[in-house]
T-cell receptor, first 116, second 108 residues
């Protein structure tokens, strides 16, 4: 399993503000992910990282950006928040159990973002 | 793009009943994962399936990786009130797509 921490848990912010959502994991997992989820709906991948200095955009287009300077840290930034960015943002990391070749993905508690 | 169709979308059951839900796709996947999500929290991994035809249990939960590699099933036996939540399937390898969720409500 993985210990994945996200801060803040809740954020209400005005339009036009710059925000950074923090995500950290303590297990040394190489792969990390950001998902966007509207309440009760499916999760959509917006960013992922294979390792330090490696980031890719996910299947859902997002105006956010990410960085991966350290293995344990994968922050997401919105340069100018808009009401359309209101959603839940979930961070995840994955590990491969020995002998499986499979990536088991574990999630943090999420950040609920509201842009007014 | 790739899509996972999850059914049923929601269900009400009596405490003690067994529950079944499934996930299907038109694409082949190497791994299926099943998650449970409580309101305001991140999904929690319940079961991971690695091999076609594999049947895996975790307590009262049993999941199967379909032999065609295009579907998966999750069964919950003897449901209890804390089983309430949204269950998601996910399929992929190192990147995953998620199903639309099954919303489970248990009537005591």
């Amino acid at each position: 399993e993985a210990d994945i921490y996200q801060t803040p848990r809740y954020l209400v912010i005005g339009t036009g503000k710059k925000i950074t959502l923090e995500c950290s994991q303590t297990m040394g997992h190489d792969k990390m992910y950001w998902y966007q989820q509207d309440p009760g709906m499916e999760l959509h991948l917006i960013h992922y990282s294979y390792g330090v200095n490696s980031t890719e955009k996910g299947d859902l287009s997002s105006e956010s950006t990410v960085s991966r300077i350290r293995t344990e840290h994968f922050p997401l930034t919105l340069e100018s928040a808009r009401p359309s960015h209101t959603s839940q943002y979930l961070c995840a990391s994955s590990e491969t159990p020995p002998g499986t070749g499979v990536y088991e993905q574990y999630f943090g508690p999420g950040t609920r973002l509201t842009v007014t | 793009g790739q899509q996972l169709n999850q059914s049923p979308q929601s269900m009400f059951i009596q405490e003690g009943e067994d529950v079944s839900m499934n996930c299907t796709s038109s694409s082949i996947f190497n791994t299926w994962l099943w998650y449970k999500q409580d309101p305001g929290e991140g999904p929690v991994l319940l079961i991971a399936l690695y091999k076609a035809g594999e049947l895996t249990s975790n307590g009262r939960l049993t999941a199967q990786f379909g032999t065609t590699r295009k579907d998966s099933f999750l069964n919950i036996s003897a449901s209890i009130p804390s089983d309430v939540g949204i269950y998601f399937c996910a399929a992929g390898t190192y990147k995953y797509i998620f199903g639309t969720g099954t919303r489970l409500k248990v009537l005591a």
